[in-house]
């Protein structure tokens, strides 16, 4: 999968998990829990969200890489 391709999947589950957040306006260098505000549950249902559209699984032991939306679409571009 492309950059292109992962920012796209990212946006739209980040979007589909907290539809409040602009995502006109989304720095890549937001931390997802901490400035998106995504509590625990929702980063979950993040990660399960990016899964299911583009089947790259994210084991617990790296979510530390994906902890940002930038180490996020690099994760996914890198795997997808």
Request: proline residues 2%; charged residues 30%; aromatic residues 4%.
């Amino acid at each position: 999968m492309n950059e292109q391709d992962a920012r796209q999947a990212v946006h739209a589950a980040i979007n589909q998990v907290a539809p409040d957040v602009d995502l006109d306006a989304l720095d890549e260098g937001s931390r997802l829990r901490q400035d998106l505000e995504l509590d625990s549950l929702d980063f979950l249902r993040l990660v399960e969200t990016i899964d299911e559209a583009t089947g790259v699984d994210i084991p617990e032991r790296d979510y530390a890489s994906v902890a940002t939306v930038r180490g996020l679409i690099d994760y996914v571009a890198s795997r997808g």
